[in-house]
């Protein structure tokens, strides 16, 4: 079974702060993502990867920055927290070739008050 | 502007009926749709996808319709049962080999 674990499943931070939301997948998948759910919007890309230290913009990647250092691992950094970055946050990963079937994550709620 | 739209956020349904979903998208370059079910607590799971050069894909209860000229899909869950109360998303894989989900829709299946 694909396993994508995220850090935390809640996250109170306050406006201003760096904020780190961690995501490991033990498949040896090369593809990783970062969305945001929001009520009424569904899923968008925040970033994704290819591959160790490649980084890709997805649809919305204003305000945030990503880091891989290592294959199993996708980090999502919030330089400076801000409210309008309360949300779900998924993480996701696929394997080969094939960006569509992904496996993601339980979600962190983060909150920024 | 989401070019991938689910416009009922919610369905109610009996247990033992059909319960169909429908997905409108905009961008006629989409090559793949897909349809993942998410519940509560729980990252989405890939349930049923369908290439654009078909027009339906059947997996067990669920079969995925694709109507290109319409730019329409919709999935049939035939019977429902009360395990696929859910939130579904429509997906579209564009031609960067990124998804576009829509809004989702929240299905409740009653006894």
């Known amino acids: 079974d694909v396993k994508v674990t995220q850090s935390s499943r809640y996250l109170v931070k306050r406006t201003g702060e760096k904020v780190f939301l961690e995501c490991v997948q033990d498949?040896?998948?090369?593809?990783m993502f970062w969305y945001r759910q929001d009520p009424g919007l569904g899923l968008r890309l925040i970033y994704f990867?290819?591959?160790?230290?490649?980084?890709e913009k997805g649809d919305i990647p204003e305000g945030y920055s990503v880091s891989r250092e290592k294959k199993e691992r996708f980090s999502l950094i919030l330089e400076s927290a801000s409210t309008n970055q309360t949300s779900m946050y998924l993480c996701?990963?696929?394997?080969?070739?094939?960006?569509?079937?992904?496996?993601f994550g339980p979600g962190t709620r983060l909150t920024v008050t | 502007d989401q070019q991938v739209k689910q416009n009922s956020p919610s369905l109610s349904v009996q247990e033992g009926r059909i319960s169909i979903l429908n997905c409108d998208y905009t961008?006629?370059?989409?090559?793949?749709f897909l349809w993942y079910k998410k519940y509560p607590a729980e990252g989405p799971t890939f349930l049923i996808s369908?290439?654009?050069?078909?027009d339906k894909n059947e997996d067990g209860r669920f079969t995925v319709f694709l109507n290109k000229s319409a730019k329409h899909l919709s999935l049939h869950i035939v019977p429902s049962q009360p395990g696929d109360s859910a939130v579904y998303f429509c997906?579209?894989?564009?031609?960067?080999?990124?998804?576009?989900f829509g809004a989702g829709t929240q299905v409740v299946v009653t006894p």
């Open positions: 990867s290819y591959d160790v230290k490649m980084k």
């Open positions: 997906a579209a894989r564009d031609s960067w080999g990124k998804l576009q």
């Open positions: 369908i290439s654009s050069i078909k």
């Open positions: 961008n006629s370059m989409f090559d793949y």
């Open positions: 996701a990963s696929s394997g080969g070739g094939d960006l569509y079937e992904q496996y």
């Open positions: 498949m040896d998948h090369e593809n």
